[in-house]
């Protein structure tokens, strides 16, 4: 008997804690939270690797998508950080996910049309990844200003998916025809 009220108890609670977490507006609060967190780490990688393809890319099309990734994340970063502050969100403020620094790092330490394959092959991967955030955060994120500036940036990094798409494309015909 005592071991059917412990169990009944824990799993009031459990439902309880449940209720609360959906009803508080906290969980939802979190999710947008983390969409800032990842979208602010998503422009301070895409600012620095842009930077390196600027210099380091042999191909045009590279040194001219990665100055556009310095520019249109520079832009955006700039909107979201004014759209955290004003609705109290905590920005990323360098680079955490491993995944990002193990990238900068191989990118730092290769030049040439290697600088340039590597680059647009973690374009595309990080831009499809983008696509997947932005349109979650437009379509299910709680606070209205981020579903907006979500929204309005989307169509944007589609754009940059589907160039980063075309120029690595064009790179793997060329070596190809070598």
């Known amino acids: 008997m005592r071991t059917s009220f412990c169990f009944g108890a824990i799993v009031l ?11 508080s507006g906290e969980k939802d609060k979190s999710d947008d939270s983390q969409f800032v967190r990842k979208a602010s780490e998503s422009d301070l990688v ?9 210099k380091q890319g042999s191909n045009a099309r590279v040194r001219e998508f990665g100055s556009k990734m310095v520019e249109d994340h520079t832009k955006t970063s700039t909107e979201l950080t004014a759209i955290s502050k004003n609705q109290g969100f905590s920005l990323t403020k360098e680079v955490t996910q491993q995944q990002h620094k ?11 049309t290697e600088f340039d394959r590597q680059y647009m092959t973690g374009q595309v991967k990080a831009h499809m990844e983008a696509v997947e955030l932005f349109k979650n955060q437009a379509t299910n994120g709680q606070n209205a200003e981020l579903r907006k500036f979500a929204t309005k940036t989307l169509p944007a990094i589609e754009h940059h998916l589907k160039t980063a798409q075309e120029i690595a494309r064009t790179l793997d015909q060329t070596n190809r025809d070598k």
């Open 13 to 23: 609670l459990c439902i309880n804690g449940a209720y609360l977490d959906v009803y």
């Open 46 to 54: 895409e600012i620095e690797l842009g930077k390196m393809a600027t």
């Open 102 to 112: 193990d990238m900068s790092d191989r990118l730092s330490k290769a030049n040439g």
